[in-house]
């Protein structure tokens, strides 16, 4: 059975010989799109190995960078209000409900901005 990565490597190569032919030139432009995709799906694809922890959670696309930064913001704000709510009330200068009610309305935004934001335009 070949794997994953042979099969991978095969596409690779079949490609890069495909650039280099004059075939690839004669290629209306949509097909010539369609080559090109590929090749960059794959050339993704092997980067992402070479990934830091980061990278293999949120990927390497920086039009997304915003709701990286909007999701690592909102485990923050759960993280801290966790702590919040665990702490005694004589170190605390407002109650567990005070404190939600301020930072509630930060977390709601941000969800809807995570999930509204592959919403399709009209």
């Known amino acids: 059975m070949v794997s994953k990565k042979q099969n991978s490597d095969a596409n ?16 209306d432009d949509k097909n010539k799109e369609v080559v090109l995709d590929t090749l960059e799906i ?14 293999k959670l949120f990927g390497n696309y920086s039009k ?4 990286y930064i ?4 909102l485990v923050l704000l759960i993280v801290v209000g966790l702590v919040h709510i ?8 407002t109650t567990n409900l005070e404190f939600w009610q301020i930072i509630d309305p ?7 901005y995570i999930f509204g ?5 009209d």
Do not use: W
Request: net charge positive; no cysteine; glycine share 6%.
């Open 106 to 112: 930060i977390i709601t935004a941000a969800l809807g």
């Open 12 to 27: 690779l190569e079949n490609l890069r010989q495909l650039l280099k032919s004059t075939e690839f030139a004669s290629l």
């Open 117 to 121: 934001a592959h919403s399709p335009k």
């Open 86 to 93: 665990l702490l005694p009330p004589e170190y605390t200068q």
């Open 42 to 55: 794959l050339v993704i694809g092997e980067a992402k190995k070479n990934f830091s922890l980061m990278g």
């Open 70 to 73: 909007t999701f690592i913001t």
């Open 64 to 67: 997304n960078i915003t709701l």
